[in-house]
């Protein structure tokens, strides 16, 4: 049976790529998944459905309060928050220092950065109450290297970095776990609506020369989550295929 059965796992971004791939991984290992976006979370509940797995979802945005006050009354219900998985995250490419007005930065900010911080403020007690837990956070590539047109992006996922190790830092005596991954490019919408010749570049860049699959991602914060990982807390793992250690 998997240490995961039964648990209780929060993940955000449930509707689409990583966050859909990830709730259905949980959901496959036997967790109580309770799936948080803005966008209905539909495909993502069918397909756990037909794998025979349980999951509730919020409709709502992660940086408001009342989101996370909806999802705790959820997870209290089910026995309170074991793991928390931060993954809704938002870019577009007018985000340049160029062009990026004040409106998108905090529009940027508030989605990939104050929405992981407060989804973990609002079930820290729950996860206390129990004894310990685990939190992922969804950072990326663009957080440890340049990239064009992601201006307050790269801001908010280096404040993810930040964040991930004050956390760990400040709750490792509640024997609660916090990492970060890093991911260059995945095949989820996000990177999918660019046009051909922009996936190629993308692609050319990474040396393993490929994307990963959202299911990749999913396995690593799985992974992240786990008792295996139980001496791991603060770390900011790349999931590039080498991107970010090229010139
Ligand atoms: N795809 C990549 O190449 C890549 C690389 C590195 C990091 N990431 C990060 O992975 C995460 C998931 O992205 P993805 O690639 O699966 O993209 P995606 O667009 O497929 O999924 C993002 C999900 O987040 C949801 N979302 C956006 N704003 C929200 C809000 N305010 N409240 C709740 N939900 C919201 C969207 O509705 C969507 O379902 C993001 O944080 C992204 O920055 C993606």
Redesign the pocket.
């Known amino acids: 049976m998997s240490e995961f059965n039964g648990k209780v796992v929060i993940i ?9 791939a990830t709730s259905l991984a949980y959901a496959k290992r036997g967790a109580q998944v309770i799936g ?4 209905p979370s539909t495909d993502t509940a069918a397909a756990i459905q037909k794998a025979g797995g349980k999951a509730e979802f919020v409709a ?4 408001d309060a009342n ?1 996370w006050q909806q999802t705790a009354k959820l997870a209290e219900a089910a026995g309170g928050a074991d793991t928390l998985i931060n ?5 577009v490419l007018e985000d340049s220092i160029d062009t990026l007005t004040g409106e998108l930065w905090q529009k940027i900010m ?3 950065l104050k ?1 992981h911080w407060l989804g973990s403020q609002t079930l820290l007690p729950q996860m206390k109450r129990k004894g310990g837990g685990a939190i992922v956070n ?5 957080s440890l290297v340049g990239v064009p047109n992601h201006a307050a ?1 790269s801001m908010a ?1 280096g404040g993810v970095d930040a964040l991930t190790r004050q956390m760990a830092v400040d709750l490792a005596k509640d024997n609660i776990r916090v990492n970060a991954v ?10 999918t609506t660019n046009t051909e010749e922009m996936m190629d570049q993308i692609v050319q860049a990474v040396p393993l020369k490929r ?1 990963a699959e ?1 299911e990749e991602v999913a396995e690593i914060m799985i992974f992240l989550s786990s008792n295996a990982a139980s001496s791991i807390t603060g770390v900011t793992l790349p999931i590039d295929g080498g991107l970010s250690m090229t010139m």
């Open positions: 955000t971004g449930s509707a689409s790529g990583i966050g859909a948080i976006d803005l966008a709502g945005d992660v940086s989101t993954v809704a995250g938002f870019s508030n989605i990939n929405g969804m950072s990326s590539a663009t992006y996922k890093n991911p260059g490019p995945v095949r989820t919408p996000m990177v994307m959202p």
